[in-house]
């Protein structure tokens, strides 16, 4: 049986990356929502529609486990999701917790970037207010990293200067951490790092996605010998065009040639 992963778009790639290194062997599903990609503007109730149709796709096609592979779809859907499916469905949250817990210095602060909609779920200031003792997180949303990524986009000239106009509204000398808090994001790691100090630590939460998955299917007895297939599907449509087959394989590259720091 394969594993299912969903995002709104091609933020979910980064995770299935990653997962790829851990799970090489298991095969998966790859559900990008293309036809309402980006979520982050969008009301709260019109993007759980758009999530519970996906996962009721993706569950019809025999899967073992989804992987949400998009923060702003966790925080709107995830209880839900679980409550209605007896598979596995592993979400994912802004990496605050290792953020802070990298943060010993307490003179220093995390930056945590993310949709909109993330930041502003309850989901997400409830997982501040437990960890955030100290009152050190800022929250800073980048809804143009979403776009130029569904747009392939990853020309400096042109992503630098956003960057540059939305992360120097803060002093970045006075961060430990800046928190890559939706998965469209790490497309752009190796330019965030250009932009800020060299002891600021960049975080995102798709390896410890990766391993939650592995643990979970271990315990469960779900691993399985496959042979790293994947089957993609935009909103419900099979991808099986060079042109569209190709966009995928480049952001795959993407990642590859991306300096993995932190």
Known sequence: MKIGFFDSGIGGITVLYDTLKVLPNEDYIYYADTSNVPYGPKP?????????????????????AVVIACNTATSVAIEALRSKYSIPIIGMEPAVKPAIEKNKD????????????????????????????????????????????????FDEQIVLPYLKEELFKFDLNNY?????????????????????????SII?????????????????????????????????????????????????????NIIQYN
Request: glycine residues 6%; proline residues 2%.
């Open 176 to 200: 430990e951490a800046i928190v890559l808090g939706c998965t469209h994001f790490s497309y752009y790691k190796d330019m965030v790092r250009k932009l800020v100090p060299s002891n600021v």
């Open 204 to 256: 995102d939460g798709n390896i410890g996605t990766a391993k939650n998955l592995k643990r979970i299917l271990k315990e469960m007895n779900l691993l399985n010998e496959g042979h790293g297939n994947i089957t993609f599907y935009n909103s419900g449509i099979r991808v099986e065009d060079k042109a569209a087959l190709d966009r995928y394989n480049r952001l795959f590259e993407r990642m590859d």
């Open 44 to 64: 709260k109730d019109e993007v759980k529609k758009y999530i519970l149709n996906a996962i009721d796709f993706i569950v019809e096609q025999g899967v073992k």
């Open 106 to 153: 307490m003179n220093k602060r995390v930056l945590v970037t993310a949709t909109a909609l993330t930041l502003k779920e309850e989901k997400l200031h409830n997982l501040i207010y437990k960890l955030d003792n100290e009152h050190v997180v800022d929250l800073l949303p980048l809804p143009g990293l979403v776009q130029f990524s569904e747009r392939l986009e």
